[in-house]
């Protein structure tokens, strides 16, 4: 089992619409959580860090669940630029290292 | 301020056969991390150098190495190549306690394998 989970996608919608993308982990001794974005053949850039009181960075709202080991990302008013690869990231702070899933790739339609 | 280089930025190689990659960290950034990622796949952790010293590995065998130097550069060596070390190879700098809000990646090395 991967320790960090995400479904695979692709996720189409049009433009304007709202997304949702989950993510599990496995490693409880993961600490830090966070969303990347990752552009066809680019490196991967942080979107947003999660935390159990929510995130919410303009059209972005990210949320930790730790009792569930559950994390989410909600994209609103989706654009055509939000068209990426979405990758749910774990830290552990003592193998200092990040953990990715394998990616959630959407694509926003005209 | 400079971001993080890598080089080269596209190889081919021959299963079999040895590479070596390169990474200048950003100015002020005292940690390299090594990641692979293979296609339709996330990054997987390799290893992280702070004060030239390996100090976290993930689950690689011993034929990836790497090195960090005093400038803070760093290389990732493969030795024997398979053909499913074919994968973005990606490095990351930070400051070590900074934590990831403070990681730059480099737009990675497409190494492939054949």
């Known amino acids: 089992r991967k320790e960090v989970e995400q479904d695979p996608g692709p996720f189409n919608v049009p433009e304007g619409a709202t997304v949702a993308f989950n993510c599990t982990y496995s490693?409880?001794?993961?600490?830090?959580f966070f969303w990347y974005r990752q552009d066809c053949r680019k490196e991967p850039k942080l979107l947003m860090s999660v935390y159990s009181s929510g995130n919410e960075d303009g059209r972005f709202t990210a949320q930790l669940n730790r009792a569930s080991q559950y994390i989410s990302l909600l994209i609103r008013d989706s654009k055509l630029s939000d068209s990426a690869t979405y990758l749910c990231?774990?830290?552990?702070?003592?193998?200092?290292?990040?953990?990715f899933g394998s990616g959630t790739r959407l694509q926003v339609q005209p | 301020e400079t971001g993080v280089t890598q080089s080269p930025t596209h190889l081919i190689k021959t299963r079999g056969q040895q590479v070596t990659l390169r990474c200048s960290s950003q100015s002020g950034h005292n940690t390299v991390s090594w990641y692979q990622q293979a296609l339709g796949q996330g990054p997987q952790f390799i290893f992280q150098?702070?004060?030239?010293?390996?100090?976290g590995r993930g689950n690689f065998p011993p034929r990836f190495s790497g090195l960090q130097f005093p400038n803070y550069s760093s290389e990732l060596n493969v030795n024997a190549l398979e053909l499913d070390d074919s994968a973005l190879y990606l490095c990351a700098s930070s400051l070590e306690g900074q934590g990831v809000l403070g990681y730059t990646f480099g737009s990675g090395t497409r190494l492939t394998v054949v």
């Open positions: 490693n409880s001794a993961s600490q830090s």
């Open positions: 150098y702070y004060r030239e010293e390996e100090n």
């Open positions: 990231v774990a830290f552990d702070t003592g193998r200092r290292a990040l953990t």
